[in-house]
């Protein structure tokens, strides 16, 4: 009963964030997703987290002024964490000084700092990035004919990295060489990885990040750092 109970509030503060991730996307672009890429991309990001269409059609209406929705603005917060990993934070708020207060809480209470605009964002660019599986002649073929930039090993699938306009179109043309994809996604890719080795090192990087994913003002955090497989198991 008490698991249930954590299960749903964890995913009603999930499609919290989603609708209003879609509202936005809606409000800026139009709500027809086929003419509007960054709601297309939310609304296949709804979906594979399971929110129904009912409440996808309804944070859409909002956005178009069909419906009653709110007044969010977009910022991005930049900051370190421990051993000098860079974060990029990506929210929507309807109160700035809040949400400014809150994550600067987050830093300060837990090992990190704030940083000045520019200071970490400059490593960072837009990617589509797809994971998929299936034979490395396959993937590469499809994916380098629909426009992607880079093809890399992934555990046992592959990491395909491109503009993120062409996201859906390599997309579609590995489904359609019958690649299975596992997901993909418009998201910021850092130039420089930092490699964590530092077991409290990592605890501390990701109990930043847990504790930014867990404001519900915050959709997005990004990071420049790397923790291996060993590490995290030590991380426990």
Not at 95 to 106: E, G, H, K, L, P
Not at 221 to 234: P, R
């Amino acid at each position: 009963k008490h698991k249930k109970g954590a299960t749903d509030a964890k995913r009603a503060k999930v499609f919290a964030k989603l609708a209003r991730q879609l509202e936005v996307a809606a409000r800026d672009g139009g709500g027809d997703p086929s003419s509007n890429a960054t709601l297309r991309t939310m609304v296949l990001k709804a979906k594979a987290s399971q929110m129904n269409n009912d409440l996808i059609d309804r944070a859409i209406k909002r956005g178009t002024g069909e419906s009653a929705g709110g007044t969010y603005v977009s910022i991005t917060y930049e900051g370190y964490a421990p051993g000098g990993v860079g974060l990029l934070i990506d929210v929507l708020t309807d109160n700035r000084n809040r949400t400014s207060a809150d994550v600067r809480n987050v830093f300060s209470k837990l090992g990190g700092s704030m940083a000045e605009p520019g200071a970490v964002g400059w490593q960072f660019s837009r990617k589509g990035v797809i994971l998929a599986s299936g034979t490395e002649d396959d993937v590469m073929m499809a994916a380098l004919e629909a426009g992607a930039d880079d093809i890399t090993a992934d555990g046992g699938g592959f990491r395909v990295t491109c503009d993120p306009s062409t996201l859906w179109e390599v997309r579609d043309a590995l489904e359609a060489a019958g690649v299975k994809v596992e997901s993909a996604e418009s998201t910021m890719v850092s130039s420089t990885i930092i490699e964590v080795t530092d077991v409290d090192d990592a605890k501390k990087i990701l109990r930043i990040v847990d504790a930014l994913e867990d404001n519900d003002d915050v959709q997005d955090v990004y990071g420049n750092f790397d923790i291996s497989d060993e590490i995290m198991e030590a991380v426990g």
